[in-house]
């Protein structure tokens, strides 16, 4: 964590980021394009990973052999789970309002889950590892993605908009829980509710017991997305104010 390697890789995610801006800056490209193409990149993203973390393991019986994917790299991730959405975006949603509850959820998520990704890299800032770049690529494209939404106005965030976006990531998190129970044998950590992402952090640590590093979590979960959203919601309400609404 913030090696030279970490710093490289830091300065790749922000060139992508700032790509993706400037490429819709300049030719103002439109939704349908932005969200096939994020479907394009979380597809490749999940191609090179697998090809990555698929095990080949060798069982007492043929039914016990075979190759499979670690528990711990299933998409279940704040940042993985994107994909899910993408794919009903793209493929299946097809009220406006559905579109909009969704793409609102996605754009804090998105800005919070991929720049502490890219912070606190849990997959390690290797030069010779396909994943590593795979790593910080897509968590780069998330974040300009998420800038996208809010200017290109695709999005209106509001004070409804914040405590929707609140109560559904807690009930995200609840269902981390319960999936981490499910898959403790393989020490999975998805959306980091069981154990911090990394050892030594200063306040996301089990120095007080699991339960108190739970509140901690939700606590800067919803610091975080209160200060994510709160500058857009007064920007709105001076618009609104302006033109008399």
């Known amino acids: 964590m913030f090696t030279m390697s970490h710093f490289v890789f830091l300065a790749i995610s922000i060139v992508v980021i700032f790509l993706v801006i400037f490429l819709n800056h300049k030719f103002k490209f439109s939704y349908d394009t932005n969200i096939k193409a994020l479907l394009v990149v979380g597809i490749l993203s999940e191609i090179i990973k697998l090809s990555d973390v698929i095990v080949y393991k060798i069982g007492e019986t043929f039914e016990t052999t075979g190759g499979y994917v670690e528990p ?128 030594g952090l200063p306040i996301l640590n089990l120095n007080q017991g699991w339960h108190m590093y739970y509140l901690k979590l939700v606590l800067i979960g919803v610091i975080l997305l209160f200060a994510i959203h709160f500058p857009f919601i007064l920007h709105n309400k001076k618009i609104a104010k302006k033109v008399g609404l």
Not at 128 to 146: C, D, I, K, P, S
């Open 72 to 199: 711990e790299s299933l998409p279940f991730h704040l940042c993985t789970i994107q994909i899910f959405f993408v794919f009903a975006l793209v493929f299946f949603i097809k009220s406006e309002k559905a579109k909009q509850v969704i793409l609102e959820f996605m754009f804090p998520t998105m800005c919070i889950g991929a720049a502490l990704a890219l912070l606190i890299p849990t997959d390690g800032t290797e030069f010779n590892e396909l994943r590593t770049y795979q790593y910080f690529m897509y968590h780069g494209y998330l974040v300009g993605f998420a800038v996208y939404l809010v200017m290109s106005k695709t999005i209106l965030i509001t004070w409804k908009t914040l405590f929707r976006n609140t109560a559904i990531l807690f009930v995200f998190s609840i269902i981390a829980i319960y999936l981490n129970g499910i898959m403790q044998y393989a020490h999975t950590n998805f959306m980091f509710v069981s154990r911090p992402p990394i050892d």
